[in-house]
């Protein structure tokens, strides 16, 4: 089993929202402008969103204490694709669509390297899984495919889950 390489930024809560290790107010595109980030080249936003996970240095209130939300992010993206690219260039890249995952295995975990999702087993000549009732096979089945789809969605758009009030 492979280890990961430590995190090289300190856990910095009033660090800068927008990039890891930096300080308070410190934006991205100075840091991109000033070096200490890689340009990104024109990305469309999922491709933004792969590039930030390491490149970008893009913190998470997990790893770092603080963070931005989609919506900031996104703003985020707009705000600094105009400023290197400009308007016009955004725009294009907005409507392209993603060429980044199509042949990629999913990883359930929502990071790279880690382990694909197996296909659906196909079925038996009888109809049946190995091991299984018919009845248990299709359930099987059917819980399989609603799983992976439900993962599939989780990857590449974010869903946001919400826990149920409690009743005063």
Do not use: F
């Not at 792969?50 to 939300?69: I, M, S």
């Not at 980044?100 to 049946?128: H, M, S």
């Amino acid at each position: 089993m492979a280890t990961s390489e430590p995190y090289p930024y300190a856990r910095d809560p009033n660090g800068s929202a927008e990039v890891a290790g930096e300080a308070a107010g410190v934006t991205l595109l100075e840091c991109i402008q000033d070096g200490r980030v890689p340009d990104p080249g024109a990305l469309n936003y999922q491709q933004w969103l792969r590039w930030r996970k390491v490149a970008g240095r893009r913190p998470t209130v997990r790893r770092d204490g603080r963070g931005l939300n989609n919506t900031q992010e996104l703003a985020l993206y707009r705000a600094v694709m105009v400023a290197l690219r400009g308007e016009e260039e955004v725009e294009r890249l907005e409507s392209t669509p993603d060429d980044g995952d199509e042949d990629e295995p999913l990883d359930p975990r929502g990071q790279g390297g880690g382990p694909a999702l197996e296909p659906v087993p196909p079925a038996l000549t009888d109809g049946r899984m190995d091991g299984a009732t018919s009845g248990q096979s299709t359930s099987l089945h059917q819980s399989s495919l609603l799983l992976e789809v439900c993962l599939r969605l989780m990857l590449t758009r974010t869903i946001e889950v919400r826990k149920p009030r409690r009743a005063v």
